[in-house]
């Protein structure tokens, strides 16, 4: 085959093509800090680096999901502590106002203190995260407890689970119906208290003793709750911490698999600079135009 001068020049220019091409490849790669940043510089790494991807926007998704249900859940410990907190002055309230030495006098003060305690219970029973109260079941948007035609606060949400998506398949439940913590079958907390104020406001010592084992009953019933609220908080936490360490470990091999070796790649760019420049010396030597050129 005879080599015409065409057949050098597109070698030449070729070859040259080639170098820039790889030149500017090492340039963005340095830039961007990146080994793949498109599917062709290497096809079967960029689908492990989408894989690798996904499952971390899954992970952060997760994560959001557990951070607002420990904050779901950690206002429900504070709220039921402080509700605790209130009944055991009720039963202190009642033992002293249920002996012989109570007067009709002192017990018109307890049954003022009594009603501070239902009010701040309400209160406390009504408490929000955001526009959400945490106690309504689905019925985040309403009031759950307020008196309608009975003589104490009655629920009007629902039993509703609200549910939070923890893994693959995996969701658990952060709230607590307000009916399983107030008025269920074990005792009405409103309507106990309700009670025990009238009967120290008539001055009746067997009405004011007969709150004090319902109390006791109320204690119990919002402890059952914070066991299980502290159960699920510590399952949280126990998630939390597993999608933190898989998170970690995940982006290690998603640096292997995306990230350049700096050092190695500056190397090879001084290199190819060297190629380059060798190239262009070379094609310049052999395209200039010469008299010979045109006669061939």
């Known amino acids: 085959m005879r080599v015409t001068n065409k057949l050098i020049t597109d070698a030449v220019t070729n070859n040259l093509f080639k170098n820039t091409e790889r ?3 090492l340039e963005n790669m340095i830039s961007s800090g990146k080994r793949v940043n498109k599917p062709s510089d290497d096809p079967i790494g960029m689908a492990k680096i989408l894989d690798y991807r996904k499952t971390l926007a899954s992970i952060d998704q997760y994560s959001k ?3 607002h249900g420990q904050s ?7 709220t039921l502590d402080s509700i605790n907190t209130l009944l055991i002055q009720a039963k202190e309230v009642a033992e ?3 002996t012989e030495t109570a007067t009709e006098e002192t017990r018109q003060i307890a049954a003022g203190e009594i009603e501070n305690i239902y009010e701040q219970i309400v209160q406390l029973a009504n408490t929000k995260l955001g526009n959400s109260y945490i106690f309504a079941g689905h019925k985040t948007g309403t ?4 008196e309608d035609t009975e003589a104490y606060a009655t629920y009007h949400g629902d039993d509703g689970e609200i549910r939070i998506i923890t893994g693959e398949g995996v969701d658990m439940q952060i709230n607590i119906p307000g009916d399983e913590v107030f008025q269920n079958s074990d005792v009405d907390i409103f309507e106990m208290l309700n009670q025990l104020k009238t ?3 008539n001055n009746n010592t067997e009405g004011i003793s007969d709150q004090i084992e319902p109390l006791d009953d109320a204690l119990d019933q919002i402890l059952n709750a914070r066991g299980k609220v502290g159960a699920r908080l510590n399952r949280l936490e126990t998630t939390e911490k597993y999608w933190s360490d898989f998170s970690l470990r995940i982006t290690e091999m998603l640096s292997d698999m995306e990230d350049i070796d700096l050092a190695q790649a500056m190397t090879q760019l001084v ?4 190629a380059y420049q060798a190239s262009l010396e070379t094609t310049s030597m052999i395209i200039q135009p010469s008299l010979i050129n045109f006669l061939r």
């Open 271 to 274: 290199s190819q600079q060297t």
């Open 143 to 146: 009031s759950p407890f307020y």
């Open 96 to 98: 002293s106002q249920a």
């Open 23 to 25: 030149l500017l490849e």
């Open 72 to 78: 779901w859940l950690g206002l429900t410990d504070t």
């Open 65 to 67: 999901n557990i951070a």
């Open 199 to 201: 009967a120290l406001e």
